[in-house]
């Protein structure tokens, strides 16, 4: 499974982003799929999950800025991200699960400024 992440930037605290992911197979090929991130010194975290059925889960720190969807149209999923903090400042990847096996997209760079 090839996973390619997209949308990542430089943008003011309060400003918005948008992360693309598209897979290498169907969307809903995957039992599970979401965004993870990683800050400088820090554990990798969750964002946010997305499971086949639609089902979202998120981290409490971002629970009513960002927000993850499926577009059909696209074949991609894609987290917008609002009202975006210098907190937020991470390396994003994108996750997908599929029998039980994890693949991680290479990272994509959000950086906030203060």
């Known amino acids: 499974v090839q996973l390619q992440a997209s949308g990542g930037g430089l943008v003011q605290a309060g400003g918005s982003l948008r992360l693309d992911c598209a897979p290498s197979?169907?969307?809903?090929?995957?039992?599970?799929m979401g965004w993870f991130r990683q800050a400088p010194g820090k554990q990798r975290e969750l964002v946010v999950t997305i499971a086949r059925l639609g089902r979202t889960t998120y981290a409490d720190s971002v629970k009513g800025r960002f927000t993850m969807y499926r577009d059909i149209s696209k074949n991609t999923v894609s987290l917008q991200m609002n009202s975006l903090k210098p907190e937020d400042t991470a390396v994003y990847y994108c996750y997908a699960n599929t029998g039980g096996v994890d693949s991680w997209g290479k990272g994509t760079l959000v950086t906030v400024s203060s």
């Open positions: 197979g169907s969307i809903y090929n995957f039992n599970s």
